[in-house]
C-alpha cells in the first residue's frame, strides 16, 4: 500500500461524503428557499466552490500521477483506469449538467432546473461512490 494510493483514497471518499451531503441535504434544502432563492444559490455557489476545488484538485493529482505510474506499469490498471474514469464522469457532469443548471438556479427558483439538478447529481454520487471502491482496492489490492 503506497502513501500515494492512500491519499487518494482519502480525497476520493472525502469527495463522495460531500457528494452524498449536497445529495441528501442541500440540494433538497433548495425547494424550501421561496424568498431570496437567487441569493441563496448565488451563496451557495460560492462557499461550495471553496470545498469542492480542492477535493477536484488533489484527486486530479493523485488521479495523474496514478496514471503514470500506470504507464510505468507499477500499478494494477483496472483500479488506475476505473478510478480515472470515475472522475471524469464526475468532472464531466458537473461542467455539462450541474453548471449550467445552478446558473439558471441563480436567476431565481426554477423546480424544473432542480429536479435536472437532481438526476445529475445522482449520476456524480454513483460515480464518486464507485470511485471510492476502485481506490479502497487500490489501497488494499
Do not use: I, K
Not at 451563496?43 to 476545488?53: D, I, L, N, Y
Not at 493529482?61 to 510505468?72: A, H, K, S
Not at 441563480?106 to 424544473?112: K, M, Q, S
Request: contains cysteine; charged residues 10%.
Amino acid at each position: 500500500m503506497s502513501l500515494l494510493a492512500v491519499a487518494h483514497l482519502a480525497l476520493v471518499a472525502g469527495y463522495a461524503g460531500f457528494q452524498w451531503t449536497v445529495r441528501v441535504l442541500v440540494y433538497p434544502q433548495f425547494a424550501g428557499v421561496a424568498a431570496g432563492f437567487a441569493a441563496y444559490e448565488r451563496a451557495h455557489q460560492q462557499r461550495v466552490t471553496r470545498v469542492v476545488g480542492p477535493l477536484f484538485l488533489g484527486q486530479g493529482v493523485t488521479t495523474l500521477w496514478l496514471l503514470v505510474l500506470l504507464l510505468r506499469g507499477d500499478v494494477p490498471p483496472l483500479p488506475v483506469l476505473g478510478s480515472a474514469l470515475c472522475l471524469a464522469a464526475v468532472l464531466v457532469v458537473t461542467a455539462a449538467g450541474a453548471v449550467p443548471l445552478h446558473r439558471r438556479l441563480d436567476v431565481g427558483w426554477d423546480a424544473d432546473a432542480h429536479r435536472r439538478l437532481l438526476r445529475v447529481d445522482s449520476v456524480r454520487v454513483t460515480a464518486a461512490s464507485a470511485n471510492v471502491v476502485l481506490a479502497g482496492w487500490l489501497v488494499l489490492g
